[in-house]
């Protein structure tokens, strides 16, 4: 089945320890890409990746990083977690299409409490 | 912020009822999506209208797309309960094929 799979799906940290989301897809897709999803302001992109070793800032970066190593997995690592990067967190992916573009395959989510 | 607004925040209908949701946006696209989310589940992609259709169908869902007034709806014709979700546009604008901004959406609720 083509999917997106994040993991874990929930977790509770303390403020300062470091983790990683870990996001992988099975589709060969090329295009991938981290959001936060917060009540009131919807989903704000964090980082993506065009392909392997190719990634950039979306539009809330600070305080995360990511790589691309591989074409199928795109981690999502907080180096030092802090109370507000609690947020429910999706992972998506896409082939690259030109400017037709294609819908976004995305994970079930990570909620992810700082406390 | 380019971020595209759905209207209204929060629909309430009852079964058998049609939906209307309305995004606008701000600057060229190359295509717009809709997308269902169910509570804290993720997103699920509905249809894809490109910059130089007007009108799209797929079962139920209707889209249009307004480049002129920038402005996109989607249309759920005899909804069911199963259709209660939030529903969000999606943009992506000229030049940036493959990167959507998405807009706040609209929490849908269908009562029996």
């Known amino acids: 089945e083509a999917q997106v799979t994040q993991n874990p799906r929930y977790l509770i940290t303390v403020t300062g320890k470091k983790l990683t989301v870990t996001c992988s897809q099975n589709m060969n897709h090329e295009y991938m890409s981290w959001y936060r999803q917060d009540p009131g302001l919807g989903l704000r992109q964090i980082y993506y990746s065009m392909n392997v070793e190719v990634t950039d800032k979306g539009d809330v970066p600070e305080g995360y990083k990511v790589s691309r190593k591989e074409k199928r997995n795109f981690p999502l690592i907080l180096e030092s977690p802090s109370p507000n990067q609690t947020s429910l967190y999706f992972c998506?992916?896409?082939?690259?299409?030109?400017?037709?573009?294609?819908?976004?395959?995305f994970g079930s989510g990570t909620r992810l409490t700082v406390v | 912020s380019q971020q595209g607004e759905e209207d209204p925040q929060a629909l309430s209908i009852q079964e058998g009822e049609n939906a209307t949701m309305n995004c606008s946006y701000k600057?060229?696209?190359?295509?717009l999506q809709w997308y269902r989310q169910n509570s804290g589940r993720g997103l699920v992609h509905l249809i894809l209208?490109?910059?130089?259709?007007r009108e799209k169908h797929s079962g139920r869902l209707r889209v249009t797309l307004d480049t002129s007034k920038k402005s996109s709806s989607l249309l759920i014709t005899a909804s069911r309960a199963a259709d209660t979700a939030s529903y969000f546009c999606a943009t992506a604008f000229t030049g940036t094929a493959s990167k959507l901004t998405f807009g706040t959406g609209t929490r849908l609720q269908v009562t029996l």
């Open positions: 209208i490109r910059s130089n259709e």
């Open positions: 998506a992916s896409s082939p690259i299409k030109g400017a037709s573009g294609h819908g976004y395959t």
């Open positions: 600057t060229s696209i190359n295509n």
